[in-house]
């Protein structure tokens, strides 16, 4: 069984969407005094419990919740308390960050087009004898059609030498986007955005319906085989949080990326008629809290505690769904060289003991780790436990030596 990868909540790149700081603020904490000298060994044994942050919704424990017999609306009910229910429509704009190319090539299809933003014109594409692609690329700032048989051949529909604005290729069936690793095929219509006025440059976004996206990201963010309402869960949870994401960003090029840094999108190579059906089961359904989209932050196992987010719906408590016997990171064990962490910080000397000051006071040991000291015998750092987490690659920032 592979774990579900760790949501958008857990670590967001600086370049994609501005969450909220996810560390528990410092009146949620509790002081300790818990030292963990480096052994005899010179490796630390650290055991701890879940995978990601803790914030809202346990994907493991969605999965527990079901098999004991909670129906969708029961989980996310329990993960997100003091919500209310909401619809989604319309589109959204998905930054397809594999395509690093700066033209947009895609495969011949079924009525073929090509928009025109700056001018209002949509252009049919014809069907030509030999034609392997299609492609937006840049002349100069201007966008220009393209087309390829044993070279490429410039395109001008109706004498027009290069669009006025962003171009834009739709069809009738879904298409096949080239990039430098291969082909993706994506419903909905691809953009040849301008990252910024004037620029050369081309980034490729998806212009795809809100239900035809989460088709394309819930069997990459939790495993198609999982119970139905499991699934569900997940389609509400990721519609909800696609539709936070495009209330931030109205009028960015892009509102949502299509890595584990927002939610994992694969477009239709990634669909399954399983996770298909839990999105269809939940059409449009989002959960809102004073009348807007709620921050739906979700991790892979919350490790028996949910940790307190920064909205009032992502409560610390007790989860008492995520324990059971096909989670396999409730609980785990991890082995971590004194060396390495000398190796990262070496301005701290020999480490003589990891020293934890603070947790947020919820679970086993006190709960996560908030603060973190390198006890050094030139100097000593401190250090957040989601920072230690992430430097040193463990699951969560709850854990004890």
């Known amino acids: ?110 009525g073929l087009r090509v928009h025109d933003y700056g001018s209002g014109r949509t252009y049919r594409l014809p069907d030509l004898a030999g034609v392997k692609r299609w492609r937006l690329n840049v002349d100069g700032t201007s966008t220009v059609i393209g087309y390829l048989t044993s070279a490429w051949h410039r395109y001008e529909p109706d004498g027009t030498k290069a669009l006025a604005g962003v171009g834009q290729i739709g069809a009738d069936e879904p298409l096949t986007l080239w990039t430098p690793s291969g082909s993706r095929t994506y419903r909905g219509s691809l953009r040849a955005a301008v990252p910024t006025p004037g620029s050369a440059d081309r980034a490729t976004v998806n212009v795809v319906p809100v239900d035809s996206y989460v088709q394309g990201v819930v069997p990459g963010e939790m495993p198609a085989s999982w119970s139905a309402e ?115 910080y070496p301005g701290i000397g020999r480490l003589v003991r990891l020293h934890v000051i603070r947790r947020d006071g919820h679970g086993q040991w006190g709960g996560r780790v908030v603060t973190v000291v390198l006890d050094g015998r030139k100097k000593d750092v401190a250090m957040s436990g989601d920072a230690f987490r992430s430097r040193f690659g463990l699951r969560s920032s709850w854990f004890a030596g």
């Open 230 to 344: 499991a699934l569900k869960s997940q389609a509400v949870a990721a519609r909800t949080y696609a539709m936070w994401s495009r209330d931030q960003f109205p009028d960015r090029y892009y509102q949502i990326c299509d890595t584990s840094s927002c939610q994992v999108y694969r477009g239709v190579d990634a669909e399954d008629s399983r996770s298909n059906a839990a999105v269809a089961a939940t059409a449009g359904r989002i959960l809102t809290y004073g009348g807007s989209a709620a921050f739906t932050q979700f991790s892979s196992s919350s490790g028996g505690w949910l940790s307190a987010g920064s909205r009032p719906y992502l409560v610390a408590k007790a989860d008492p769904y995520d324990d059971h016997s096909s989670n396999p990171v409730h609980s785990w064990t991890l082995k971590l060289s004194a060396a390495r962490i000398q190796n990262a």
């Open 1 to 110: 069984m592979r774990v579900p990868r760790v949501a958008t909540s857990a670590a967001v790149a600086a370049t994609a969407l501005l969450v909220p700081a996810l560390a528990p603020p410092a009146s949620a904490s509790i002081g300790v005094d818990q030292s963990y000298r480096v052994p005899t060994s010179g490796t630390f044994t650290l055991h701890g419990h879940g995978f990601g942050h803790g914030h809202g919704m346990s994907q493991y424990g969605a999965w527990g919740a079901a098999k004991q017999g909670k129906d969708y609306r029961g989980i996310l009910g329990f993960y997100y308390p003091g919500t209310a229910w909401g619809t989604a429509t319309g589109k959204l704009r998905v930054l397809v960050t594999g395509d690093t190319t700066p033209d947009l090539q895609v495969s011949p299809a079924v």
